[in-house]
Antibody, heavy 120, light 109 residues
Framework: EVQLVQSGAEVKKPGESLKISCQAS????????IAWVRQMPGRGLELMGI????????KYSPSFQGLATISADSSITTAYLQWNSLKPSDTATYFC?????????????WGRGTPVTVSS | QSVLTQPPSASATPGQRVTISCSGG????????VSWFQQFPGTAPKLLIY???QRPSGVPDRFSGSKSGTSASLAISGLQSEDEAEYFC??????????FGGGTKLTVL
């Protein structure tokens, strides 16, 4: 069974750093892209970027370039999303999702989400 | 504002059929497949439709998807109270980046 287990909720102050994780199991981690998706309170879904664990190829959505850093550690089948200096506008729930390609791309499995609150 | 346009809300009574639209452009929906997701408050999105009209195992056949040109639709027939949720469409663009619609909140009256 494919599972994406995300790290727990975080409460941080502006300017602090943070790294959240998404541990995958139940499939060959190297063979699938992992996506990070932001959902701000009461808002829709936004793709931040994707990482391919086999070679750490990373693609960022233009709106999120430079705002956060995506990475993956294939030795522990885990993808990461990190910030060096959080802002209140980073308050959101962050989902990881597995990307699958058949005749097109889709997000076929999702983590439960990591709520992040940034407030002084 | 999302690149893929959905109506913000929809409503229908139990047993009725409801459709939710998703409008894009030539570089996204017009060139690539469309997925649909169902999300309940406080939970993760769930894949409902992929490759325009395919249902993952376990998704009832009351849910169906279609695509024509630069638009796609999700139809739910025999509406049930438990279908009250938010629905998102998604498609990839030719720059290999994923796009989501703004979401449609479905109310079962």
């Amino acid at each position: 069974e494919v599972q994406l287990v995300q790290s727990g909720a975080e409460v941080k102050k502006p300017g602090e750093s943070l790294k959240i994780s998404c541990q995958a199991s139940g499939y060959t981690f190297l063979n699938y892209w992992i996506a990070w998706v932001r959902q701000m309170p009461g808002r829709g879904l936004e793709l931040m970027g994707i990482v391919y664990p086999a070679d750490s190829d990373i693609k960022y959505s233009p709106s999120f370039q430079g705002l956060a850093t995506i990475s993956a550690d294939s030795s522990i089948t885990t993808a990461y999303l990190q910030w060096n200096s959080l802002k209140p506008s980073d308050t959101a729930t962050y989902f990881c999702a597995r990307l699958r390609y058949t005749i097109g791309w889709d997000f076929d499995h999702w983590g439960r989400g990591t709520p992040v609150t940034v407030s002084s | 504002q999302s690149v893929l346009t959905q109506p913000p809300s929809a409503s229908a009574t139990p047993g009725q059929r409801v459709t939710i639209s998703c409008s894009g452009g030539n570089s996204n929906i017009g060139s690539n497949t469309v997925s649909w997701f169902q999300q309940f408050p406080g939970t993760a999105p769930k894949l409902l439709i992929y490759n325009n009209d395919q249902r993952p195992s376990g998704v009832p056949d009351r849910f169906s998807g279609s695509k024509s040109g630069t638009s796609a639709s999700l139809a739910i027939s025999g509406l049930q109270s438990e279908d009250e949720a938010e629905y998102f469409c998604a498609a990839w663009d030719n720059n290999l980046m994923g796009l989501f619609g703004g979401g449609t909140k479905l109310t079962v009256l």
